[in-house]
Each structure stands twice: as structure tokens, then as C-alpha cells.
């Protein structure tokens, strides 16, 4: 043990010695602060944002009591009068936003028909969208297996090269304790910074203290572990140092980068969905298509949805709002299964790549960290679902003031459903993957020990 210990102690004054893979630490360090302060500031931002929502919602009640200053008729208050369907983040988000930046996190709503309103987002960035968040996830998938590879590529080839090698080994002094040293000593570097930065983030982040604390560590540390057994496998092949970064970068290209797209061409193919635009201009032409449709028509459709409202009295004049509501949820029955076709297409090719991703770890381990912090595309879903639900309530409420005319009085915008959503975490999700992971570490550490003790007796 007193051995192991003087090599460590002599890795350490080689590493203060090396001034290009301290500025690299440096660099990955301040990575990792940035990715701890962005993930946070964003996250704030959205929660601003989704709390000026209220101030919103309070504005255009008092709006609408202005232009509607006694009793009101319920078609005209469904049709000025918006709310909202808001998707709250979970504390975790703030670690991996993972989707939050791509979809929307509320949806403006108002009695009119619901696809078109679901969909109609704002823009988003392409850009932004193309390079993802520079949050901690980000950094620990990505970056940190570059600092690893930087300070593992030559923890044996650089002894052979500068010729210290068998200067060591006529130590008593076994290969395996040389390169166990070497190893543990980049290892308490690179796992000390990322267990740093993750508790860093947590306390700066204030995450909410659960099961996720360890499950967050855990992973973070197998997946160091991942990276620190391709350095140790490809260093088992006793190639010179050239050798050895060219291939960690080009198996890291391939993890992070090729493997993904890949994956991403042939979930499309093999996994098609109707668009949403699409759906969107099927809706549009039905919903446009009311206008001309009898009344008579329309409203029998529309009865056999709700034959509780079947006793209304008939339409004689040119408009009446209960018409015009009546079609345009005819225009969302239209779609149903086209809406219901894209949702359930989106689902699946999530769970068609949450089988392939064992292919790449990268994948699996950012799917990890986003199932924990319900930043995940199922919870997207889960939100769209919520949202159309809470479009339900809103046309249960304001269904028996068009059909039975009843008048809107001010005291009933009180009485109006609200929406709040959270998405909850997936640990189904995260311990598949972190089992996943496990076998991974297994599997490389366990190939390149079989290749160490093959090519070891020829560097004795």
C-alpha cells in the first residue's frame, strides 16, 4: 500500500508539473461553473416568466369586465378572454433542462378549437436548439470525457516513450500497481470535480432533497467510470500516445456525435408520425368549413357528442355563439385521431430510442439525467395531455352558459378552472438506464483487463 501511495504522490507532482493538462482541469472546472449558473439563470427565467403569466391572466379578467361591464354573453367572454396551461419546472430541470428549451412550458388557451392553439408556439431558436443547453448535464456528457481522455491517453505510453519504464518496473514494482496508480490518481481528479460540481449544483439550485441526490452522484460516477475504462482498454493495446488520443477522440466522436445521428435517421424511418402542421390544416379546413355547413347539421353532430344540451331551441338567426363553438370542436373531433396518431408516434419513438440507446452511453446517461429532472419528452407529453384536459374543463364550464342562456356575471371568472402542471420524475426510465450504464463499466474495464494481462508479459 505504502507503494501505491508514492506513486500516487508522484503523479501529483507530475500533473503540477504539466501545465497544459491544469489549464485543461482549469477549463473543464469553469465549463462546469458556467453550466451550474446557466441551467439555474434559465431556469429562473422561466419561472418569472410563467409567474407574469397570473399578472397576464388578472390583466385581461379586468380587461374583459371593462368591456363587458354587466351581464356578459358567455360566447364573447370564451372568445376574448384567454388563459393559460402552465408546465411549473421541477427543481432538478435547473441541472438538466433536457426539452424545456424545445417545447413550450405554456400554452395560451381560449375556447376555440384546441390543436391549432396546442401548436401554435412561439419560434424557437435553431441554433439554440442544434448546440442544446450548456447546463451540467451537458457539460458531465460531453465535456468531462474529453478532460478524461486528455489526462488518460499516455498513462502507459508515456513511459515507454521517454524510456522511464523499465526504469520503474526494476523496481519492485508490478505493472498492474503502476497503472492501478496512474488510474486512481486521475480518477480522484476527474470524480472529485464532477461530485464538486454536481453538489455545487444542487445547493446553488436548491433541488429538492430526495432519492435523486444518490441517484444523481451514482450516475455521474459510473459514467466517469465508463470513460476512465476506454482509456484503460485502449491503453491495453500498448500502442504509442498518438495512437492512443486518435482513437479515445474518435470513439468519443462516435459515441456522442455519429452514433446519435444515426440513431436519430433510422427512429425517423423506422418510426414515422404525422406532422403536426398536418394535423393543424385538417382542423383548419374543417373548422372553415362550418361557416357553410347547415346549422342543422353542425348542431345534430354536436348533439350526439352532448345530448344533454339536445333540448336547445333551434338556430334562426345568421349567428349564434353556441353554433360557432358547436363547430369548432367538431373541428378537434375531426382530428382526434390524427392527434392521438402523433402523440402516441412521439412516445413510441421515445421508447424505440430508450431501447437503442445502450449503443451510446452519452444517450443513455443524458436520458438518464432528464428522466430525473421531468425535463423528458414523456413529460412534454404528459403536459400536452394535461392541457387538453384543462381545455375540457374550460368547455364543461362555459358549455351550460351558451346552451342554457345563462348570462356571465363578473363572479364568474372566479369560477374558472385554472391549470397548474409539474411533471413528475421517471425513475423507471433512470434506474433502466443506470443499469444499463452498469453493465457498460463492467464490460469495458472487463475487456481491457483481459487485454492488459495478454500484452503485459511483452512490456516486461
Not at 507530475?14 to 482541469?25: P, V
Not at 433536457?98 to 417545447?103: E, K, L, P
Not at 488518460?152 to 521517454?162: A, H, R, T
Request: include cysteine; proline fraction near 4%; aromatic fraction near 14%.
Amino acid at each position: 500500500m505504502r507503494k501505491f501511495w508514492i506513486l500516487i504522490k508522484y503523479e501529483w507532482l507530475n500533473f503540477k508539473a504539466d501545465k497544459g493538462l491544469l489549464i485543461l482541469t482549469t477549463l473543464t472546472l469553469f465549463a462546469g461553473l458556467y453550466g451550474i449558473y446557466y441551467g439555474t439563470t434559465e431556469l429562473e427565467k422561466q419561472r418569472e416568466n410563467i409567474a407574469k403569466l397570473d399578472v397576464l391572466t388578472e390583466h385581461n379578467v379586468e380587461e374583459m369586465k371593462e368591456k363587458f361591464p354587466g351581464e356578459a354573453d358567455a360566447g364573447d367572454i370564451g372568445y376574448y378572454h384567454s388563459t393559460f396551461a402552465v408546465n411549473h419546472p421541477d427543481s432538478w430541470a435547473s441541472l438538466s433542462m433536457g426539452q424545456r428549451d424545445v417545447n413550450p412550458y405554456y400554452i395560451k388557451l381560449r375556447l376555440l378549437n384546441l390543436q391549432s392553439q396546442l401548436y401554435d408556439t412561439e419560434n424557437i431558436n435553431p441554433l439554440k436548439v442544434l448546440s442544446g443547453n450548456f447546463d451540467l448535464a451537458f457539460v458531465l456528457v460531453y465535456l468531462f470525457p474529453l478532460l478524461i481522455i486528455g489526462l488518460c491517453f499516455n498513462i502507459l505510453s508515456v513511459e515507454k516513450e521517454q524510456g522511464t519504464l523499465p526504469l520503474l518496473l526494476s523496481q519492485p514494482i508490478g505493472l498492474p500497481l503502476i497503472v492501478g496508480a496512474k488510474l486512481s490518481f486521475r480518477m480522484m481528479i476527474v470524480l472529485g470535480l464532477a461530485l464538486l460540481l454536481s453538489v455545487l449544483a444542487m445547493v446553488w439550485g436548491q433541488v429538492m432533497p430526495d432519492v435523486r441526490v444518490a441517484l444523481w452522484l451514482g450516475v455521474v460516477l459510473l459514467y466517469c467510470l465508463f470513460w476512465f475504462g476506454v482509456a484503460f482498454l485502449v491503453a491495453a493495446l500498448q500502442k504509442n500516445s498518438a495512437f492512443n488520443a486518435v482513437t479515445l477522440l474518435g470513439v468519443w466522436l462516435m459515441l456522442t456525435i455519429i452514433i446519435p445521428a444515426l440513431l436519430n435517421v433510422y427512429v425517423a424511418v423506422k418510426q414515422p408520425i404525422p406532422q403536426a402542421l398536418e394535423l393543424t390544416i385538417k382542423q383548419r379546413e374543417v373548422v372553415h368549413g362550418g361557416w357553410d355547413k347547415p346549422k342543422r347539421e353542425t348542431m345534430d353532430q354536436f348533439f350526439a357528442l352532448y345530448p344533454q344540451y339536445t333540448d336547445t331551441t333551434d338556430i334562426k338567426v345568421r349567428f349564434v355563439w353556441r353554433w360557432y363553438y358547436a363547430f369548432q370542436h367538431l373541428g378537434d373531433v375531426a382530428v382526434a385521431d390524427l392527434a392521438e396518431a402523433y402523440q402516441e408516434g412521439l412516445q413510441a419513438r421515445h421508447q424505440l430510442v430508450e431501447k437503442l440507446n445502450v449503443l451510446s452511453v452519452p444517450v443513455n446517461v443524458q436520458g438518464v439525467f432528464n428522466a430525473m429532472a421531468g425535463s423528458d419528452l414523456p413529460s412534454h407529453l404528459a403536459f400536452m395531455q394535461s392541457a387538453t384536459q384543462y381545455h375540457d374543463s374550460l368547455r364543461e364550464f362555459y358549455y351550460p352558459f351558451l346552451f342554457n342562456n345563462v348570462p356571465f356575471t363578473h363572479a364568474d371568472y372566479e369560477k374558472e378552472p385554472r391549470h397548474s402542471f409539474t411533471s413528475s420524475p421517471d425513475f423507471a426510465t433512470a434506474y433502466s438506464g443506470l443499469f444499463k450504464l452498469v453493465i457498460c463499466v463492467l464490460v469495458v474495464f472487463g475487456i481491457g483487463f483481459v487485454l492488459f494481462r495478454l500484452k503485459e508479459a511483452s512490456v516486461k
